[in-house]
């Protein structure tokens, strides 16, 4: 069964920094990729960055980069996500999700209807 659990998130202050951890069970990354996305209240679920472990390529929305860095330990079966200079705005509840490899990468590395398993989703709140 394929499961995705994610941690690290919690309240920070503006200017701050979290990593998300996403531990992947009952799949290998061999032909898989994971993104991260998130949803604020009242907004849609909005695509972060994803990342194809197996060659370690990454894929970021335009405007998540500079601030969210995608990376992955294979041997951990963990890809995580690093946010630093956190802005209120970025409050959210955060998702990593898995999608086959070859169905959205290149081309289409954030097509949430493609990731088929989701996890249950951490919270991060940025105080101003």
């Known amino acids: 069964e394929v499961q995705l659990v994610e941690s690290g998130g919690g309240v920070v202050r503006a200017g701050g920094s979290l990593r998300l951890s996403c531990a992947a069970s009952?799949?290998?990354?061999?032909?898989?990729?994971v993104g991260w996305f998130r949803q604020a209240p009242g907004k849609e679920r909005e695509g972060i960055c994803s990342?194809?472990?197996?060659?370690?390529?990454?894929y970021y929305a335009d405007s998540m980069k500079g601030r969210f860095t995608i990376s992955s330990d294979n041997a951990k079966n963990t890809v995580y996500l690093q946010m630093n200079s956190l802005k209120p705005e970025d409050t959210a509840v955060y998702y990593c999700?898995?999608?086959?490899?070859?169905?959205?990468?290149?081309?289409?590395?954030?097509?949430?209807?493609?990731?088929?398993?989701w996890g249950q989703g951490t919270q991060v709140t940025v105080s101003s």
């Open positions: 009952g799949f290998t990354f061999d032909d898989r990729a």
């Open positions: 999700a898995t999608a086959p490899r070859g169905l959205i990468l290149p081309r289409q590395p954030l097509a949430r209807a493609s990731f088929g398993s």
């Open positions: 990342i194809s472990p197996t060659d370690g390529s990454t």
